[in-house]
């Protein structure tokens, strides 16, 4: 076991190696050079020579490799760059934004996950076939809506026509409610299109029929024996959705023009600020990594078979 | 077991047939819908009584209603099932317009349910104790400690060793068998009246199947339970049933004690069954091959006829784990020899070796030593285009017509395949040949333009042996490829194989795990188990005098002996005398558990 | 070691003559995948045709009508240039449409040519492509088009592209699974075993086998895309403006949103539709397959 563990924590390693690495060919080593951009400006009135100074001291004149060398080793020290359009160091950047971005995709998460078993066990208790059938195509009109447009029907909706919410200086918990929805409802469609089949799939498996010839109810049924047996899908597919919260967190910012990775993303694209955009992703990836190892490790706890193939391969 | 709750009071006396009857269905009808919302009927007014401590067999070929019928005394139809009329009297009472909530209380309680495939029949992810104990939580009145006490008490009664530790454990880390018996103990644990037992030991190999079902019987002798056993084997219904109910498309076809229903069928298609059902030919009288084919048969070792198949001590490892771990031999030392023209059977359960030499056998897997010479070539030494060149040689015949033929073609696509990899010949004369092995195989012409899937099991498989005879090919292999078919449907298949064998000259070698089958189709014979070759020679030899335990033990659980056609003998014996041999894998422990 | 020579269970069900589905296709059709694939057609002849469906103009607008809610001679209404917001989605729909074309052809291309090769040649390859997968997959799609669009500049083909290249991983795993699926078969087996070379198989039966999901995908990527371009338009890194496209139409209307709320549902609506639409397509698709 432990060393299964540290295996899948090298691979977990080698994913977000590599995935700096991608971000770094992507972003810094192609053109696109924001301190050109920046100090070109004929407003700024800056000689070449004195730009060519400015390169030098991002160390933007060195080869590639080196350059590559050197942002592995500051990523790895904690210093992330300096934000060129900014001109404070990504890192506090970082820390600036992050809170906000995180209770956003949380709440929106645990949003979603609500959302998505509220929506399978209803479809599977619900008494009539053409109520079952509505709710359980429920996620596929959730799936097909822009997170951008979902924000401002739902601002349209709940603030101009109802006036539930106001537009302008919502209290805090207020303001959070449609950004939170806006995130969850695309999230959930996904979440509860992988519950509801693998919940079919498991209700038709036979040690269902053999439970109910124990004189098992539908409710028991899905308690004690899909619920566990369904888990583990929904628990791959949370993991992936993981990259497209943190997508949708940054587009839901923008449309509510709340502070956050969102709009600091937006920011970096249109000054081609590569190396706040690099951070961004290298971060994202390391999120998504560690999530994913986590629901490795969490899989035989849910699934016992998987506990005698971990045994194996220790 | 005197923990187990009273038996009740409506209990009557051991086989008294007076008593109202366990179980009684009259004119049960039952219908499903399809996609278009037609329902159509698939079981027609069956009526029946089982008493207690009857056992009732109900025994059909696919399609034949007999799974059918027993979902729907228990309530569990399929979805679009429907009773649409008759009675189902559970002592008496009418459950069958019960709603689903008020069965609820019968299942588990008063029925119990032993179901047919013990892999897929437990829950993965919950130990064994939780679902032996299910029932009694949900029929409540146990305190947590005593229904830990019955769940190791009935773990004991149904012969697991170490139940506690049993109890603990979950259902992949037990063998096929011991979850069967997992699943007998949740069945028995309220001491049910009834026990459905649906087609309960078709998925264990046949030395575990013959201890299951005396477990079976013994707890039927002892608790005076009535049984309803829905099984395909005529067999196995034989040996084990009192009463027998043949089905056929839904309708009874023949009903009445078992040993007169043998003896003296009334129905052809019963007596179509009896003549197919192999078991029941071999306990009657072995049906070996005529001594023509068998004269060619060189012993094991003698030198071989020209052309036939030399398997010299081959030998499998497998990998287990990382680079140190212990190699596991899937394959140990294996020789046999197949003259040519003959039938040599390889026989043998789950995990013999049997389905690993085949794959060394076609050139599908190269084995880690041991030689292989068919018509004088070295299997094990051939690659790229050698290998596929020595496919018009050697042609392989799968079980499962289901998977071996690509859903996408046609069956003339399919056939014309061969046929085009060595392109023999040209469109014309491609076309004269598919029609001529549609021929030999008995298809009529209209199945070209189809797809497999709007074909029969029996139809596909004739397909896949259309298939494998394209390239003239000197040997067939035949891997299991009756096991999937219905016995009538096998009877046919294995005709067609004879009549191509000796129209084609063929050499079989022929896999199954049914020894029936290989009684009735082989010359020779290889004993498998663990990997190792055990016994092996002429099919009668082998059958008649076997020399090895374990072959000896493989010939004593084919079912069908004891209710054998033709043989002469008393009614079938009381229950107690039928089942006095208790099963081996009871321990002791079991034993002290009884009253 | 034979995990498989038990007996089935129960025989599967015998198919006594096999009636063949003679039907006429239409009544086969549920109304459903019959209204996705008109919605479908016509999303593609307004990109073609936008003059049959339209009079007005997608740039150019008359002030006197600006922001005229829906309804007369403007039916969805018109927005604050006069411009009629009808025309905007149709003439808008060629810039969708393209994208979407683009970025499912990216998507496809080299994400099947990466499956097929992990999948059929295994080993060594699979292990390296598959752990390329892996890095393509943990950067959210929405990042990685923004690092492609950083690079490439903005553009509704850039974007197009950019969408493409964030759905190569769900391609390249989808098609390989599927590859190994069919190449595990029985029959695949049988075709080798009946003398089929390698290529040949791969061609008569790994690939027909294996395309109907991957298709189905690619169906679904289609509405994917469309709503991805859109969002990539919404946030400005598409056409540049007055260019119709659907994305940037909401975020334009969006200035105007407590007075004019046509300008926002519409195109939105429009979006929404045509990905239904794609969904639905893609399901039949999955189901004719298995």
Known sequence: MPSYLAGRIGQALLVLWAAFTLSFILLQALPGDALLIKYQNPDMGLSPEQIAEIRASYGADQSLVLQYLHTLGNFLTGNLGYSVSASVPVLDQLATNLPATARLAGLGFAAAVLLAVGIAVLANLARFAWLRTAIASLPSLFISVPVFWLGIVLIQVFSFRLKLIPVINPPEWQGLILPVLTLAIPISAPLAQVLLRSMDDVLTQPFISVARARGASLPWILWHHVARNALLPTLTIAGILFGELIGGAVVTETVFGRSGLGQLTQQAVDNQDASVLQAIVVLAAAVFVVVNLIIDLIYPLVDPRLKKSLGANA | ?595 | MSASTTTLDSPPPVVESGGRDVRPLLSRLQPGLLIAWLVVAVVLLWTVLPGWFTQYSGTAGMAREKLLPPGGVHLLGTDELGRDLLARIIHGSAQSVTGAFVAVAVGLLLGTLLGLLAGSLGGRVDAVLMRGVDVLLSIPGLLLSLSIIIILGFGTVNAAIAVGVGSVAGFARLSRSEVMRVRRSDYVEAAFGSGGTFSKVLWRHVLPNSAGPVLALAALQFGTAIMAISTLGFLGYGAPPPTPEWGLLIAEGRKYIATSWWLTTFPGAVVVVVVLAANRISRSIRKGSS
């Open chain 2, 1 to 595: 077991m005197s923990i187990i709750a009273p038996p009740l009071p409506t209990l009557g006396g051991i086989g008294a047939a007076t008593a109202t009857p366990v179980l009684e269905l009259e004119n049960l009808s039952v219908s499903y819908r399809d996609h278009r919302h037609h329902y159509s009927r698939a079981v027609h007014d069956v009526s029946l009584s089982i008493g207690a401590g009857e056992v009732l067999a109900l025994v059909g070929e696919s399609g034949s209603g007999k799974s059918t019928t027993a979902q729907a005394v228990i309530g569990l139809l399929a979805g679009n099932g429907r009773v649409d009329g008759g009675a189902i009297r559970l002592q008496g009472t009418d459950i069958a317009g019960w709603s689903q909530k008020r069965l609820e209380s019968v299942r588990g309680s008063r029925i119990g349910l032993i179901p047919q495939d013990p892999t897929s029949s437990l829950n993965p992810v919950k130990t064994i104790g939780a679902q032996v104990g299910e029932a009694l939580r949900l029929h409540g009145r146990f305190s947590r400690k005593e229904r830990l006490e019955h769940i190791f008490e009935l773990l004991a009664r149904v012969g697991l060793s170490q139940p506690a530790l049993r109890a603990r454990q979950y259902p992949h880390e037990l063998s096929g068998g011991m979850r069967q018996r997992a699943l007998i103990a949740a069945a028995i644990a309220l001491r049910p009246q009834l026990i459905i037992a649906d087609e309960a030991t078709s998925a264990l190999d046949v030395t575990v199947q013959k201890r299951i079902l005396d477990l079976i019987d013994e707890l039927r002798r002892e608790e005076g339970t009535a049984v309803l056993f829905v099984t395909h084997d005529l067999g196995v219904a034989a040996d084990r049933s009192d009463r027998l109910v043949v089905l056929q498309g839904g309708r009874i076809q023949e009903a009445g004690r078992t040993s007169e229903v043998l003896a003296n069928p009334r129905s052809s298609y019963t007596r179509a069954l009896l003549a197919d059902a192999p078991s029941l030919a071999l306990a009657a009288n072995g049906p070996w091959r005529s001594p023509v084919q068998s004269a060619t048969v060189h012993p094991a070792g003698a030198a071989p006829a020209e052309a036939g198949i030399v398997v010299r001590d081959l030998v499998q490892e497998f990998r287990t784990g990382p680079r140190n771990a212990p190699v596991f031999k899937a394959l140990d030392s294996v020789s046999f020899d197949v003259p040519a023209g003959t039938t040599h059977a390889l026989v043998g359960e789950s995990g013999s070796g049997k389905t690993t030499t085949v794959r060394a056998l076609v050139g599908f897997h190269k084995a880690t030593s041991g030689s292989i010479s068919i018509a004088g070539t070295d299997v094990g030494s051939l690659a790229g285009e050698e290998l596929r060149q020595f496919r018009r040689t050697v042609q392989l015949v799968h079980q499962n017509p289901f998977t071996s033929l690509d859903p996408r073609q046609s069956i003339r696509q399919i056939i014309e395949e061969p046929l085009l990899n060595f392109g023999t010949s040209d469109r014309a004369g491609r076309a004269a040949r598919i029609e001529g092995l549609l021929e030999r195989v008995r298809l009529p012409h209209a199945v070209l333009a189809r797809s497999p899937r709007e074909l029969s099991g029996g139809q596909r498989q004739r397909v896949a042996i259309a298939r494998a005879l394209a390239l003239d090919p000197k040997v067939l292999v035949l891997d299991e490829a009756v096991s999937a078919l219905d016995v009538t449907v096998q009877a046919q298949i294995l005709a067609l194989l004879e009549e191509l064998q000796r129209e084609l000259a063929l050499t079989y070698v022929f896999i199954s795990h049914d020894l029936a089958v290989v009684a009735q189709i082989a010359d020779t014979v290889s004993v498998m188990s663990a990997g190792r070759v055990v016994e092996s020679g002429t099919v009668k030899d082998v059958f008649l005098s076997p020399r090895h335990e374990y072959t000896r033990e493989l010939i004593a659980a084919i079912p069908g002996q004891r209710g054998a056609v033709g043989v002469p003998k008393a009614e079938r014996p009381p229950a107690t005398h039928a089942t006095a041999r208790i099963s081996p894998a009871i321990p002791t422990t079991a034993k002290a558990g009884r009253r």
